[in-house]
């Protein structure tokens, strides 16, 4: 089964990093809080609009060990590997007051602490070291910044993230 769901009515909770074993299991990287929250949003859409609906087998170094009906050996695990799970914003539940989805931060303009304008939020991404914002300047290429320990305060009315930039990570 696949859905034609797009981008932006939809939001990221995780992706397939590889298969695991022979009987089509794979390892997923929550973006869950926690992370096992994942599997709790039943059928999830994959980047090729495939349809799964992944269960927990077990947990390993961080990551989840998922098994799903519709992968049924190595082959196909590692087929999907890569892929994103994303999940239609309908389904999600609210955001708790002082809560906020990440992909609702995408646009918002980012200012250092004097108030100077650095660029939108185009991202959010995470290699192993910590969260990074993804953020495009006007005329320049896109930069990450730090966003754990460095967000001061959010402006949602005015769309706009406040951060503490270290020193020399911007021109």
């Not at 269960?55 to 098994?67: E, H, S």
Request: aromatic share 8%; net charge negative; with cysteine.
């Amino acid at each position: 089964m696949t859905d034609t769901m797009s981008l932006s009515d939809s939001v990221l909770l995780g992706v397939i990093t590889s298969a695991h074993g022979l009987k089509g299991q794979f390892k997923v990287k929550s973006f869950t809080d926690p992370p096992s929250n994942l599997v709790d949003y039943g059928s999830l859409t994959l980047s090729s609009g495939s349809i799964i609906t992944p269960r927990l087998v077990g947990i390993n170094k961080g990551l989840l060990i998922c098994a799903a009906n519709e992968i049924t050996g190595r082959e196909q695990a590692e087929a999907i590997q890569k892929q994103e799970l994303r999940i239609a914003r309908e389904f999600l539940p609210p955001a708790l007051e002082s809560e906020v989805y990440q992909a609702d931060y995408l646009g918002f303009t980012v200012v250092d602490s004097d108030s100077k304008i650095i660029g939108s939020i185009i991202g959010f991404h995470n290699f192993g070291a910590g969260d990074l914002i993804e953020v495009k300047p006007e005329a320049a290429e896109s930069l990450f910044l730090p966003f754990t320990g460095y967000l001061v305060h959010v402006h949602l009315p005015q769309k706009q993230l406040v951060m503490n930039v270290p020193d020399g990570l911007i021109d």
